[in-house]
């Protein structure tokens, strides 16, 4: 999974990249990180940048597009990973397009977090008033000026990128001034429509591509059982091919009425002649 997560300062996208990061075993990539970390590693592309960001330039978009790809090689970065403060601009973006097609992949979601500039404003403040309260020490964007400043390069470089990625189909719009739990409800819903088991729907006015149904079988009659066209012979068991045996047919020998019964031979003796 490979996603962005768009949104001004404040809006809670590191605690909501936290949340993926715990949830699905994402990589959270910082592109401020990676660049200091290359510097203070000293590698060819460390030493390239170290005094660009000593003097507080914009390291160049190639630059931070080589570090980028440098980093999602690695193999804790495979099962995929949450750009954070990276693209920031149109060109980024396209440059991040190009980028990944060569390594033959494409960003799964852009996540935007939907604020309201001057709520986030009130908001900021109200959590300054609490830590200070709390004595806790306070970092350097808790500052209502600096936030204003920060929201307004925000409108200015990286909002172009909604429309980029909503003209791309990837962009996914949650409403960032809910609670933190909502707000990572919401996400993971939006996951689960563009590619965690969720099939995309075909744009509108589409065909949708047919099915082939499996033919039904038909079963064949089963041929009926031959009926042998001789008669049965008399007194005899009748045999029929295929079908069951015929009761067998007993003659009765009809006897004439005008013939006389045999009489039975007279058991008497014969009276001796005498001379």
Do not use: C, W
């Not at 033959?104 to 908001?123: P, T, Y």
């Amino acid at each position: 999974m490979r996603l962005i997560l768009l949104g001004p300062p404040g809006a809670g996208k590191g605690t909501q990249a936290q949340h993926l990061v715990a949830k699905y075993g994402l990589v959270q990539l910082s592109t401020g990180d990676m660049l200091r970390a290359a510097v203070k590693a000293g590698t060819p592309l460390g030493r390239q940048v170290q005094d660009i960001m000593a003097h507080g330039a914009l390291v160049p978009d190639d630059v931070v597009v080589t570090i980028v790809e440098e980093r999602i090689e690695q193999p804790d970065a495979r099962k995929g990973f949450i750009l954070d403060g990276f693209p920031r601009t149109v060109p980024q973006a396209e440059a991040l397009d190009r980028m990944l097609t060569k390594h033959g992949l494409a960003l799964d979601a852009v996540i935007e977090l939907r604020v309201d500039a001057d709520a986030l404003v009130k908001r900021i403040g109200s959590r300054i008033a609490e830590m200070q309260a709390r004595g806790e020490p306070l970092r350097p964007d808790d500052d209502p000026h600096v936030l204003h400043r920060r929201l307004m390069a925000y409108r200015e470089q990286t909002a172009p990128l909604i429309a980029y990625y909503r003209r791309h189909r990837v962009l996914r719009s949650v409403d960032g001034m809910a609670s933190i739990p909502e707000v990572a409800a919401q996400i993971e819903n939006a996951l689960a429509e563009v590619g965690a088991g969720a099939t995309p729907k075909p744009p509108r006015g589409s065909a949708k591509p047919k099915t082939a149904r499996p033919k039904a079988k038909i079963a064949k009659p089963k041929p009926k059982p031959a009926i042998s066209s001789r008669k049965p012979r008399i007194g005899k068991k009748s045999k029929i091919r295929g079908g069951a045996a015929r009761k067998p047919v007993r003659a009765t020998r009809q006897r004439a009425a005008s013939k006389p019964k045999f009489k039975a031979k007279s058991k008497t003796k014969p009276v001796e002649r005498r001379g």
